[in-house]
């Protein structure tokens, strides 16, 4: 807690708390006071009647809403304190109302108000602002601007107030307000008028600045045009340009303009530039290019080296596509357990964009790595690849079936007889019924098999399920809340 120090001088105003051997009030406080600087006074001692020594402070309030919160004082004071508990500090109050109480525990009911009225104001300001304008830049002989008149306008008032605003006009607008110096470009006699206004409503006379621009004079253009080139199309390997270069030329010229762009093709005479120039003949190529502006100013010649090489046929011819099944086969060829597909795509011209494939009647995919079924049951896997070029194969197909491990008819040596069918501890309710083959809805699912990718987990449950709703082992409905379920799991993660 801050104890303030004794001020050093008192101002004009003094307001004196007092504290005794109560904890629920003051011996003394203040409830009105003028604004301005002012000196408090807190005492709480034996000479106050506090007899036990007990402590308070005066605090002011800074948080509480409707109070002004701009004196932040805090003295704490006692009988026994170095100041044998008269403190004084000085502080600034503002009309409005101040909230005080002593902020020791158990004495919070000593709390009181204090009210701060406006004190008696400065004489009224009766003296309008002064204000002077001035015109600055390049002049000539007979006293005009060459260019541009920059005009600043300067106010200041003694009155007290303070200026309010400036304002200034231009020729015939209106006023407007001045923020920085105006500069005046236009050719010709101006007037600008001016005037200040106080924030008592003093307004100051309205002065005026007459003042003449004149164009600058023309200097010789001796610099001649800046002139560029740029070479566009489609590029090989090596830099040369396939088919057509495209040579662009800019020309520019600060002062008197640009006259005239021309150009020379391999050695020929120089022409008028009208249009981006387009090359077509194979082999290597020299551009020479010049610009000159309105005052006869010509730029150092310049020059571009390229090479135009014919474009190659077009690849018309597709990929070709190949599928591999590999997988433990029974004597029946069928898959046991599972099958894993693998696409191959090869083009002679260009290079393979992308191989997409489809399970069945699914949609089509994109094959990044072999495709592993798991699902019980006769399958088809349809691939095809694109090449760069644009050029897509034909679908090519493998057919094939999976059984279950237990044997060529797909029976399950020991199946999973649980009521529901479950996946990674998820029970989705749905009856694990006997699928007709010795197997169970949970066994097909085979969620503890290994899996790639979780995708391939979950394509595979799509797989085991459609196949399940086809045989009427499953409704639609049932299906679906297995497939999400298997897309909520971790499996193949």
Sequence with gaps: MIIAPAAPARAAQVLTWQGN??????????????????????????????????????????????????????????????????????VTLTPGKYRFFCSIPGHSTMVGELTVTDGPGPDPDTTPPTVTAAAAGTRDADGNYVGTATVTVTASDTGGSGLDKVE??????????????????????????????????????????????????????????????????????????????????????????????????DGAAFTAYTAPVAVSTAGAHMFHYKATDKAGNTSAEKMAAFTVVAPQEPDTTPPTVTLGVEGEQNEDDAYVGRATVEVTAADTES???????????????AYTQPVVITGVGAHTVKARATDTAGNTSADKSVSFTVVGTGGGGGDCEVPDTRATVVIGGDDTGVPNKDTGDGCTINDLIDEYASYPTHAAFVRHVETVTTALVTSGTLTPRQRGTIVRAAARSEIGS
Aim: zero cysteines.
């Design 21 to 90: 051997d109560s904890v629920t009030a003051y011996k003394q406080v203040p409830t009105s006071a003028v604004a301005g600087e002012t000196t408090i006074v807190f005492e709480n001692s034996a000479a106050t009647g506090n007899t036990t020594g007990m402590p308070h402070t005066l605090t002011f309030d800074t948080s509480t809403d409707g109070y002004n919160h701009d004196v932040n004082l805090n003295i704490l004071a006692n009988p026994f304190d170095a100041n044998n508990g008269r403190h004084e500090a000085t």
């Design 351 to 365: 290079e393979i964009a992308k191989i997409e494939y489809a399970l069945d009647s699914g949609a089509w995919t």
């Design 168 to 265: 200034y006009a231009l020729d015939a607008g209106s006023f407007q307000a001045y923020t920085a110096p105006v500069a005046v470009s236009t050719a010709g006699a101006h007037t600008v008028k001016y005037r200040a206004t106080d924030k008592a409503g003093n307004a100051s006379t309205e002065g005026s600045l007459a003042f003449t621009v004149v164009e600058p004079a023309p200097e010789e253009d001796t610099t001649p045009p800046t002139v560029n080139h740029a070479v566009a199309g489609e590029q090989d390997g090596d830099g040369n340009y396939v088919g057509t270069a495209t040579v662009t030329l800019t020309a520019t010229d600060d002062d008197s303009g640009v006259d005239t762009v021309q150009y020379s093709l």
